[in-house]
């Protein structure tokens, strides 16, 4: 994982920290410093052994639904490996008097509280979620590769800009006493099975195009290649 500064000035493997799946600690004691919520990463990893890559952000047009009883749901053929439910995590639950109540994930207990979340049966090795809301904090997203993870959280991002959008227009027409999913036609189950199909062998398309837009842009440096 990156060291401890913005995502968008990592430039050279310098930038770069290599951390133990067991407990997230450095492989190297002299490494530099790194993120407090590594322990997302690692506990996901630890559990799971199908995903080989997970993003954790801060996205803004999630978080309404992190903190309201509306129901998170895929509005279109691009977020079908939302599923029919998407899980929030409130960090509240698993405090203990010791920690920080920042609603950063800081230690391997809080981390493993977030993982269980991506699968409903208890000690399953098989994720069941792709993505996870984090109560005023934003989300988590894993996939089995990086590129299908970066799709997930770009599509997870859109999807709630579309059901927001979708939910103002009806208040909009109905009025706002409207029951809050009443009359959205949310992706049904054969549908989002098909498209989460689609997604997994499209990936690479847009992958390429966010890959130019990066290298295209005056705002990154490549040290590595």
């Known amino acids: 994982m990156a060291r401890f500064i913005a995502p968008g000035t990592i430039s050279s493997e310098q930038d770069l920290v290599e951390y133990h799946v067991s407990d997230a600690s450095s492989v190297d004691p002299h490494a530099p410093p790194g993120y407090a919520e590594r322990f997302i990463h690692s506990e996901i990893y630890k559990q ?5 890559s997970v993003i954790h952000g801060h996205t803004e047009a999630v978080i309404p639904y992190s903190i309201s009883d509306v129901p998170f749901r895929a509005c279109f053929h691009l977020a079908g490996f939302l599923g029919t439910h998407v899980p929030v995590f409130d960090i509240a639950k698993y405090y203990q008097a010791e920690d920080k109540k920042d ?5 391997t207990r809080l981390g493993s509280a977030l993982a269980a979340y991506f699968s409903p049966e208890e000690g399953s090795r098989e994720t ?3 993505v996870v809301l984090m109560r005023g904090h934003g989300l988590t997203v894993v996939g089995p590769s990086i590129e299908d993870s970066v799709l997930r959280a770009v599509y997870t991002q859109q999807n709630a800009g579309i059901q927001t959008t979708a939910l103002l227009t009806r ?12 009359s959205l036609a949310f992706l049904g189950e054969s549908e989002i099975k098909d498209a989460t199909d689609m997604t997994t062998w499209s990936a690479l398309r847009p992958w390429r195009l966010w890959v130019r837009e990066v290298e295209a842009s005056n705002l990154y440096t490549n040290l590595v290649i």
């Open 48 to 52: 799971y052994p199908s995903v080989n």
């Open 103 to 107: 609603l950063l994930v800081r230690n």
């Open 128 to 130: 069941s979620h792709s």
């Open 171 to 182: 208040a909009a027409h109905h009025g706002a006493a409207t029951e809050a999913s009443a």
